[in-house]
């Protein structure tokens, strides 16, 4: 179980549900992690369990988070391989109607904006990798078609649908360069999810190292682990 051995990997939302177990499992299959989270308590502790973690309290709200994660970065590594942007927020309403007028632009800066801000602090040193790779972690609630039949919790399926279009913008600037895909981790018991979610954090874990271990040809999809599914 050595198919990430050696791979350098920075990880958002590391320190709870599917980032706490893609840490685990990422780990056991010989990467080297930088995990950012808000909980200082819990990265420590993950220092502790794995040697090859290093965590960083931050908040990925904070536009120079970026800039102190590429220094981070360069002075460990000197470049890096894979971007898991996995850090979000949620909040359920029935409709625009029912959510604070403010939702929405949460909902961006956090599930979009946050993830534009590293990868452009981080590109260079992504460049400098090896078959470097960025995931996005989205949703099946931002597909189209979800959109179409569902209108509830819509800032949160917004966002997820604009974080898919800023895969497939980079995915295409960065063809040969980078490999871009989103990833729906499907729903689980998180803090996210909820306790009536079906699936457990450990699935979604398994789903991000089934495509972080795809070709590097492969970029530019919507992935529910191995599985291609559609925007």
Do not use: C
């Not at 029912?98 to 040193?125: F, G, K, M, Y």
């Not at 063809?175 to 998180?190: C, F, H, R, Y």
């Amino acid at each position: 179980m050595t198919r990430l051995q050696g791979r350098r990997v920075l990880l958002t939302g590391a320190s709870r549900g599917v980032g706490r177990e893609t840490v685990e499992l990422f780990s056991r299959e010989g990467a080297e992690i930088i995990g950012v989270a808000r909980d200082a308590a819990r990265l420590q502790a993950l220092a502790r369990e794995y040697p090859g973690f290093q965590g960083i309290e931050g908040d990925i709200t904070d536009r120079n988070l970026g800039a102190r994660l590429a220094s981070v970065v360069s002075k460990r590594w000197g470049a890096l391989d894979l971007l898991l942007n996995n850090a979000a927020i949620q909040e359920y309403n029935a409709g625009f109607h029912a959510e604070p007028l403010d939702a929405l632009e949460r909902n961006v800066q956090t599930n979009v904006l946050s993830a534009h801000w590293l990868i452009h602090a981080l590109l260079p040193l992504l460049k400098q990798g090896r078959e470097p790779r960025i995931i996005n972690v989205s949703s099946g609630a931002g597909k189209l078609e979800a959109l179409r039949a569902e209108p509830n919790m819509p800032a949160y399926r917004l966002s997820k649908l604009l974080l898919n279009g800023l895969t497939i913008s980079y995915a295409g600037d960065l063809k040969g360069q980078v490999a871009v895909n989103s990833l729906d981790p499907g729903w689980l018991k998180t803090d996210l999810g909820g306790p009536n979610a079906p699936g457990e954090p450990a699935d979604g874990a398994l789903r991000m190292l089934e495509l972080a271990t795809k070709p590097f040809s492969v970029t530019g999809g919507f992935w529910y682990g191995a599985e291609q599914i559609d925007f």
